[in-house]
């Protein structure tokens, strides 16, 4: 079945940085566009960022633009989130979406 499986979350102080991975299977990965969305407390989950098949093309939220770089190994089945510069607003539950299945995702929290 499909499984996408997020890890690399955890607390870190404003300005820094995280690499957030999401390890797939159960699916064709490599013909699947992915994405990353994000649900902060009392929030509604939002977009983060998207990517297409082979990586050529990429979307990112206004909040996130020149912050986040989203990217994919179609050899690992596995999607990345390089965040950098992190602010106290980026506190969320991150999770990766893709091949019609959803990972349970894993917290970010931004704080001095």
């Known amino acids: 079945q499909v499984q996408l499986v997020e890890s690399g979350g955890g607390l870190v102080q404003p300005g820094g940085s995280l690499r957030l991975a999401c390890a797939t299977s159960g699916f064709a990965f490599s013909s699947s566009g992915m994405s990353w969305y994000r649900q902060a407390p009392g929030k509604e989950r939002e977009l983060v960022a998207v990517i297409n098949t082979f990586g050529h093309s990429t979307y990112y939220a206004d909040s996130v633009k020149g912050r986040f770089t989203i990217s994919r190994d179609n050899a690992k089945n596995t999607m990345y989130l390089q965040m950098n510069s992190l602010k106290p607003e980026d506190t969320a539950v991150y999770y990766c979406?893709?091949?019609?299945?959803w990972g349970q995702g894993t917290l970010v929290t931004v704080s001095s």
């Open positions: 979406t893709g091949g019609n299945g």
